[in-house]
């Protein structure tokens, strides 16, 4: 970690506050009124608990930078303490706490990759990609004499995850689903 002015903060960067919790910042506005002090409006993210509010700081005080590592990881397999992922070039595996992953194993299965943020060590968050790939192990047959718009009907994935699906969609079929929206996107090529 290196000692920086909260002049120097960016968007994107993450810092520690006084309060020993990192932040990311969001947006920044420096105002200098006149012949008076400026101003500096910080819209910093706390990163454990994803609330986002605004802070006014002094430009000129220090704050430290916190160096966050982003690592490619492969899910392995969940045990009695938790999710299991492995790093895909060290092959060192973390074993993350369920409160940590919370909903995400209902995209995850096992050798699926994802993006750990780690910071001195410890695992931080983790980040899905965009869309992932799931069997349909559960849903209804296609109703004769419905139209395809707007008729979907529900549908239940291989790890449990509850989505609608159009009308033809039937048990085996693999589908793409967005991850952001839990939203189906097609099927899978």
Known sequence: ?????????????????????????VDRELRTPGNLPSKLTLKLKNLKTGFVNEQ????ENKVEQAYLDKREMEYLYKD??????????TYEQVTLAPDMVGDLPLYLKENN??????????PLSIDLPAQVDLKV????????GATAAAQYKPA???TGLKITVPPHIAIG????????ESKYLGRAK
């Open 173 to 180: 079929d693999v589908v793409s689903v967005d991850t952001r």
């Open 113 to 122: 990759t994802c993006h750990v943020t780690f910071y001195e060590g410890n």
């Open 80 to 89: 009695s303490d938790g999710y299991v992922f492995m790093d895909k070039e």
């Open 156 to 158: 239940t994935l291989e």
């Open 137 to 144: 192990v559960e849903t209804d047959p296609a109703l004769k």
């Open 56 to 59: 006014r700081v002094h430009p």
């Open 1 to 25: 970690m290196a000692s920086i002015l909260f002049s120097e903060v960016r968007k994107g960067m993450v810092i520690k506050m006084d309060d020993g919790m990192l932040y990311y910042c």
